[in-house]
Structure formats: structure tokens, C-alpha cells
């Protein structure tokens, strides 16, 4: 598999196999990825004591499982030009989802799309350049969702990245 394929993850639609189970090493290569993604294989099997050539076979392994989705950049939001986040809750119609997610996916500045149980059903995160398109994107483009019974949105003052190195 070529480093490009590696970063593209599995086959978008495809089913990814069941995931074997992860070891020790495993764990610590997903650790050292998900706090820098750009780390070399030799980098990587050094830092878990493996050969480089177990280190390549591991994390292919753990892209082909469907273990490691992607490796990309953690973008500062504001200082992108997003300046305004915010949680959007969505009451769908039901055995709506998929239909909602495929629509919810193509919105500008959505960046997180949960199906939850509670007293909403989904939980989309979005960043927009201001409270304008904010409000453009949940009055204009959500609530044109068929599907879509109701929204209501909690703006974000401040947000942290837990991720390591975040």
C-alpha cells in the first residue's frame, strides 16, 4: 500500500473488516500518530522498538481495519477564519438519519455529526466565520431540511482540543 492510499483510509462506502485486536504496540503507535500524524515509520517503530518493517506492516494494518480513518491536520478554528462555533441540536423525523447525515455532510463548516439519544437526536458541531453565516447555515439551510422538526443552538464562548498535543 502507498503512503497516499494509507492517508486516503479504507474505501469511502466500503465496510471496513472487524478490527483485530490491538496490543500494546498497537496502542502506543496510535498514541504517537494521533499526536503527530506526520511521524516517519522510523520514527515510529524507534520510539515502540519494532522493526520498521513491523511498524509499516502494523499501521497498515490498523488503516485496513478501519482502526485509523485518516491522518490530517487539527485546525485552529478562529484563527482559520472561523471565529464562531457552535453545537447545533436537531429533532429529526424518525428513521430519518442516513437521509439527514447525507445532507448534513454537505453543509459549510460542519465538522462533527452525532446521532444521539436524549431529548434531541443529532448533535452537529459547525464553525462559521460569524454569527452571520451562523445563522445563515441553521435558519436557512437546516430548517430546508424536510426532515429536520427542530433546532436549537448553543454557541460556543471558548473550546479545547483534548487530543494529545492538542
Known amino acids: 500500500m502507498t503512503p497516499e492510499q494509507m492517508a486516503e483510509g479504507p474505501e469511502a462506502g466500503a465496510v471496513p473488516p472487524l478490527p483485530r485486536p490491538l496490543d500494546a504496540i498497537d496502542q502506543d503507535i496510535l498514541q504517537i500518530l494521533q499526536a503527530d500524524g506526520r511521524a516517519s515509520i522510523r520514527s515510529v517503530a524507534e520510539r515502540v522498538h519494532v522493526s520498521r518493517a513491523n511498524a509499516y506492516a502494523r499501521i497498515n494494518r490498523l488503516v485496513e481495519d478501519g482502526v485509523i480513518r485518516g491522518f490530517g491536520a487539527r485546525v485552529d478554528h478562529e484563527r482559520a477564519g472561523h471565529s464562531t462555533s457552535a453545537y ?30 436524549g431529548d434531541f437526536d443529532v448533535l452537529l458541531l459547525v464553525h462559521t466565520p460569524d454569527n452571520r453565516a451562523l445563522r445563515e447555515l441553521v435558519l436557512t439551510r437546516l430548517q430546508a431540511i424536510p426532515e429536520v422538526l427542530s433546532t436549537r443552538t448553543l454557541l460556543v464562548f471558548e473550546e479545547e482540543d483534548l487530543e494529545p498535543n492538542g
Open 88 to 117: 447545533v441540536t436537531l429533532k429529526i423525523v424518525q428513521n430519518s438519519w442516513r437521509t439527514v447525515r447525507e445532507q448534513l455532510r454537505e453543509l459549510p463548516g460542519a465538522s462533527h455529526i452525532a446521532l444521539v439519544g
